[in-house]
């Protein structure tokens, strides 16, 4: 039972850093958009 709950913890961490790190990119990729939108060159190459 204790190796089963430790087992749960650690899952529970991963899933914690997958959905923060997951949550900045979004956060990365929505300033990058405002940034592309106001910059012609760099939205050309997102696009692409």
Same mark, same amino acid.
């Given at each position: 039972?204790?190796?089963?709950a430790?087992?749960n913890?650690?899952? #529970?961490?991963i899933?914690g850093? *997958?959905? +923060?790190?997951?949550s #900045?990119?979004?956060r990365?990729? *929505?300033? +990058? ?16």
């Amino acid at each position: 039972m204790k190796g089963k709950a430790a087992h749960n913890s650690v899952y #529970v961490a991963i899933a914690g850093e *997958v959905v +923060n790190r997951r949550s #900045v990119l979004l956060r990365n990729f *929505v300033l +990058n958009g405002q940034e592309s939108a106001s910059n012609p060159l760099l939205h050309i190459h997102a696009k692409r």
